[in-house]
């Protein structure tokens, strides 16, 4: 049996409420349904487990959703859905209008997949995945960073700033593209290096091969701690001399398509939606 996992915005009640008009629309077509445990029991769904994997994880809100569901998909290897309820939704796929018709596609299985690569990050013996970024910064201290950034053993720069993304192509659009990154097309295997409102004018984003290791070193010669985020979320605090270890992971993450995207329409829209 086809089972369905969703994940949901928690602080939108109209997450709440498609997610229970999804949950009564595939129990009806014979789909086995669950959800994360917080909302598992109001919608009367079972609950998300450790041995009962989902076949497909549905995200029910805007990017920063989707972005948490990636890592539920990545454990499981299961292809990503996102409906949109927030503003931009550069990630998502579908319109609340479109969820009869989105889900009967995923139940007869018309749909594409799309690969995207994802980050493989390790600091102080823990590790994290992410699709968009992961960030080193000042979090809410007065003080500025100093980052050593290296790749593959060579340095790259000695960051004097608020802080460093490194993202994805899929991120490129995100946070790092605030900071002054660049826009770039998902079919690049690459990586980018921005840093974030540097010092030194000198100080640019650096475009890397998508095989190379970045390390991200904060100054060991001063008293300093820093925040580890990995797509938007806090991971832990970093000490001065510490490491955050970034790759591209093996294996990608793969979202769910219903039509071919056209990448740089998809920005003109969104940014000029995002904008109005």
Same mark, same amino acid.
């Given at each position: ?36 445990? @917080?909302?598992?029991?109001? #919608? /009367? &769904? ?7 994997? +989902?076949?497909?994880? %549905?995200? =029910? ?52 997949? @799309?690969?995207?690569?994802? #980050? /493989? &990050? ?7 995945? +992410?699709?968009?970024? %992961?960030? =080193? ?68 984003? +650096? ?70």
């Amino acid at each position: 049996m086809l089972r369905i996992g969703m994940i949901m915005h928690s602080r939108r009640d109209d997450a709440l409420k498609y997610a229970a008009r999804i949950a009564a629309y595939l129990t009806a077509h014979q789909v086995a349904v669950s959800a994360e445990n @917080e909302f598992a029991a109001e #919608l /009367h &769904v079972t609950p998300f487990s450790k041995t009962e994997k +989902a076949d497909v994880i %549905v995200s =029910l809100g805007g990017d920063g959703t989707l972005l948490r569901g990636v890592q539920y998909a990545f454990q499981w290897e299961a292809p990503l859905l996102g409906i949109n309820l927030g503003r931009v939704g550069f990630l998502t796929e579908a319109e609340p209008g479109d969820i009869e018709a989105v889900l009967d596609a995923v139940i007869a299985g018309r749909y594409m997949v @799309e690969e995207r690569p994802v #980050l /493989h &990050v390790e600091a102080a013996g823990m590790h994290w995945h +992410a699709l968009n970024d %992961v960030v =080193l910064s000042r979090g809410g201290r007065a003080r500025l960073t100093t980052i050593n950034t290296w790749v593959d053993d060579e340095l790259c720069g000695r960051y004097v700033a608020d802080g460093v993304v490194v993202a994805t192509p899929t991120g490129s659009t995100g946070y790092s593209l605030s900071a002054g990154g660049p826009i770039v097309s998902p079919r690049v295997d690459c990586m980018v290096i921005t840093p974030i409102c540097a010092h030194t004018l000198q100080h640019r984003p +650096a475009v890397v091969h998508g095989g190379a290791n970045i390390t991200l070193e904060l100054l060991p010669d001063d008293i300093q701690t820093a925040s580890l985020q990995v797509d938007g979320q806090s991971c832990m605090e970093l000490r001065n001399g510490m490491c955050a270890k970034v790759r591209m992971d093996a294996r990608p993450i793969r979202l769910i398509r219903l039509k071919e995207q056209l990448f740089f329409q998809l920005v003109r829209d969104k940014l000029t939606e995002w904008t109005r």
